[in-house]
């Protein structure tokens, strides 16, 4: 368990994003430099106050830490940035705490910035797809000789393996992206808000079976950002802060495959019963699962809904299939997941569209959306790490 | 033969004796002589004992399906033509999976635990590949 003591010592003092959508026509740049320029506006920070940076992805579709410190005017006493995949937003934050806490950066920007507007037909995967060619093969699966490639594809293969060992079906999957767009719709910001249907979802194409078009989130064009400081500075700043109680990094390893949780068996897993137990981010953060009012995570693929619940123990192996069904993860159910629209709904934006929502919805600023009375939320992944914030 | 339109394996130090075995038709991977520990992929090292002594020994080339994916969206030029196209993660008998395609079944038929066998594939002059089909055996 971390011992830092950094419990409640860091906090987000403000957020803010660029609009979303499909071929904005502007560069990852300009989006960043939006967001970051809205979440200093919304913290009540001057410009020469942001003293630290922390990118997830970058270049060649994101904006680089160097780049925008250079173009943005600022003098970053301390930056970093992650390799170009979606699954670092935590790690990033929980950096930045640690570097507010060390004395490092004062204020640190963490964000995620990318556009596909140059692309024509943007899609991950296929021939110039990096991860197939990385050596032992890619991150999610990928192995271009057989023509396995994309993320989805890895996701899809989690799926199948999810389906045939707990008998669940993609009748049953349904239930997350539904849930999701039904969030969308009250949410100014996402992409897409027109409601679908089960009846929807099993109609729409194929793209890797067992997973559907609408089982697969958006690409788009987009960037958020969340600034950290010190609870102490933040508590002096025109928001109320909203406190960072729990944090758990992202773990490696052969029983880790990036869409499964260790026991599922896939990849060179190993099959077993994977249980749960608490989580270290729950004791760090004093809270337990009763404790949670909204649960937000990584949604590329609808799938990764039920397997972020099983791994943190929200339900047992097999369960979600059925936790998600009834509109418990809906907004006025037992657990709101996602209640920006998730990658599925809002827009992929790397994550940090996530982290800019659990704030708003821990000031109450959610408008139609809003969950009554949070008062503490948490980030989950299916690949294991998260964070637990509180107002 | 035709020209190959499919992606080629990335080949390593590492993993030629891998793709050189298939050629011969064979499927060799790393058995540990440490401790007996057979994986894939290639590593440098045993990844349970972190010996070095490693062999590259011969397989049964029998397994079973363990989970599987249908492609119904073309990623790849060489792949258009073969839409909806499978890709089967097998388990081995000796206990590493790979990534292959099942040949000789309709993708409706393919069943999670259905037992395989490795076909050698020769797609080109220079590469197979290792591809499975469905056999008869017990349990
Ligand atoms: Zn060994």
Redesign the pocket.
């Given at each position: 368990m971390p011992d830092f003591n950094l419990k409640d010592k860091a906090a987000i003092a403000g957020v803010g994003n660029s609009p979303y959508g499909r071929r904005l026509g502007r560069s990852p740049i300009d989006l960043a430099a939006e967001a970051i320029a809205n979440a200093l506006d919304d913290a009540g920070l001057a410009r020469g106050e942001l003293d630290g940076m922390i990118v997830s992805f970058g270049s060649p579709l994101g904006a680089d830490a160097d780049t925008l410190a250079a173009l943005l005017g600022l003098r970053l006493r301390a930056y970093s940035q992650t390799w170009a995949h979606g699954r670092f937003t935590a790690s990033c934050i929980q950096w930045a705490a640690m570097m507010v806490s060390a004395g490092f950066a004062n204020a640190v920007a963490c964000l995620g910035s990318w556009s596909l507007s140059h692309i024509r037909r943007p899609k991950f995967g296929g021939a110039g797809d990096r991860e197939g060619a990385r050596e032992a093969g890619g991150g999610h699966g990928e192995d271009p000789v057989f023509g396995m490639t994309s993320p989805g594809a890895g996701a899809a293969l989690v799926a199948r393996r999810y389906f045939e060992r707990y008998g669940a079906n993609s009748r049953q999957l349904a239930a997350v992206p539904v849930a999701f767009r039904k969030h969308a719709a009250l949410n100014p910001l996402a992409i897409m808000r027109q409601p679908i249907t089960v009846e929807d979802h099993q109609a729409s194409r194929f793209v890797c079976e067992p997973l559907r078009l609408l089982d697969y989130c958006l690409v788009n064009d987009g960037a958020a950002c969340v600034v950290v400081t010190t609870a102490e500075r933040a508590r002096d700043l025109r928001k109320p802060p909203v406190y960072i109680s729990g944090m758990q990094p992202l773990p490696g390893g052969g029983e880790e495959f990036i869409w499964a949780y260790p026991g599922l068996g896939v990849a060179q897993q190993q099959v077993f019963e994977y249980e749960a137990g608490v989580q270290p981010v729950y004791r760090m953060a004093d809270v337990t699962h009763k404790d949670i009012d909204a649960l937000y995570t990584y949604d590329a693929f609808s799938i990764l809904a039920w397997i972020a619940l099983e791994r943190f123990g929200f339900c047992k192996p097999g369960e979600a299939a059925d936790f998600t069904q009834n509109g418990r993860i809906e907004l006025g159910g037992e657990l709101p997941m996602n209640t920006n629209g998730g990658l599925l709904s809002e827009g992929h934006i790397l994550g940090w569209g996530h982290q800019v929502e659990i704030v708003r919805q821990l000031r109450g600023e959610c408008g139609a959306r809003q969950i009554s009375g949070a008062e503490v939320i948490q980030w989950a992944n299916c690949y294991g790490d998260s964070l637990i914030y509180h107002k | 033969m035709a020209q190959y339109l499919k992606p080629l394996p990335t080949i390593t130090p590492l993993n030629q004796p891998y793709w050189d075995a298939l050629r011969r038709h064979e499927l060799r991977m790393q058995r540990?002589?440490?401790?007996?520990?057979i994986f894939y992929p290639p590593s440098p090292?045993?990844?349970?004992?972190?010996?070095r002594?490693?062999r590259w020994t011969a397989l049964s080339g029998r397994g079973r399906v363990n989970s599987w994916v249908v492609f119904h969206q073309a990623y790849f030029k060489g792949f258009e033509g073969e839409i909806p196209y499978n890709v089967a993660e097998v388990e081995l008998d000796e206990g590493p999976r790979l990534m292959t395609n099942l040949i000789a079944i309709a993708n409706e038929d393919i069943r999670a635990g259905m037992p395989v066998e490795i076909v050698y594939d020769d797609v080109t002059e220079e590469l197979t590949l290792p591809r499975f089909r469905p056999c008869n055996r017990q349990i």
């Amino acid at each position: 368990m971390p011992d830092f003591n950094l419990k409640d010592k860091a906090a987000i003092a403000g957020v803010g994003n660029s609009p979303y959508g499909r071929r904005l026509g502007r560069s990852p740049i300009d989006l960043a430099a939006e967001a970051i320029a809205n979440a200093l506006d919304d913290a009540g920070l001057a410009r020469g106050e942001l003293d630290g940076m922390i990118v997830s992805f970058g270049s060649p579709l994101g904006a680089d830490a160097d780049t925008l410190a250079a173009l943005l005017g600022l003098r970053l006493r301390a930056y970093s940035q992650t390799w170009a995949h979606g699954r670092f937003t935590a790690s990033c934050i929980q950096w930045a705490a640690m570097m507010v806490s060390a004395g490092f950066a004062n204020a640190v920007a963490c964000l995620g910035s990318w556009s596909l507007s140059h692309i024509r037909r943007p899609k991950f995967g296929g021939a110039g797809d990096r991860e197939g060619a990385r050596e032992a093969g890619g991150g999610h699966g990928e192995d271009p000789v057989f023509g396995m490639t994309s993320p989805g594809a890895g996701a899809a293969l989690v799926a199948r393996r999810y389906f045939e060992r707990y008998g669940a079906n993609s009748r049953q999957l349904a239930a997350v992206p539904v849930a999701f767009r039904k969030h969308a719709a009250l949410n100014p910001l996402a992409i897409m808000r027109q409601p679908i249907t089960v009846e929807d979802h099993q109609a729409s194409r194929f793209v890797c079976e067992p997973l559907r078009l609408l089982d697969y989130c958006l690409v788009n064009d987009g960037a958020a950002c969340v600034v950290v400081t010190t609870a102490e500075r933040a508590r002096d700043l025109r928001k109320p802060p909203v406190y960072i109680s729990g944090m758990q990094p992202l773990p490696g390893g052969g029983e880790e495959f990036i869409w499964a949780y260790p026991g599922l068996g896939v990849a060179q897993q190993q099959v077993f019963e994977y249980e749960a137990g608490v989580q270290p981010v729950y004791r760090m953060a004093d809270v337990t699962h009763k404790d949670i009012d909204a649960l937000y995570t990584y949604d590329a693929f609808s799938i990764l809904a039920w397997i972020a619940l099983e791994r943190f123990g929200f339900c047992k192996p097999g369960e979600a299939a059925d936790f998600t069904q009834n509109g418990r993860i809906e907004l006025g159910g037992e657990l709101p997941m996602n209640t920006n629209g998730g990658l599925l709904s809002e827009g992929h934006i790397l994550g940090w569209g996530h982290q800019v929502e659990i704030v708003r919805q821990l000031r109450g600023e959610c408008g139609a959306r809003q969950i009554s009375g949070a008062e503490v939320i948490q980030w989950a992944n299916c690949y294991g790490d998260s964070l637990i914030y509180h107002k | 033969m035709a020209q190959y339109l499919k992606p080629l394996p990335t080949i390593t130090p590492l993993n030629q004796p891998y793709w050189d075995a298939l050629r011969r038709h064979e499927l060799r991977m790393q058995r540990c002589e440490g401790c007996g520990h057979i994986f894939y992929p290639p590593s440098p090292l045993c990844p349970r004992c972190w010996s070095r002594e490693l062999r590259w020994t011969a397989l049964s080339g029998r397994g079973r399906v363990n989970s599987w994916v249908v492609f119904h969206q073309a990623y790849f030029k060489g792949f258009e033509g073969e839409i909806p196209y499978n890709v089967a993660e097998v388990e081995l008998d000796e206990g590493p999976r790979l990534m292959t395609n099942l040949i000789a079944i309709a993708n409706e038929d393919i069943r999670a635990g259905m037992p395989v066998e490795i076909v050698y594939d020769d797609v080109t002059e220079e590469l197979t590949l290792p591809r499975f089909r469905p056999c008869n055996r017990q349990i």
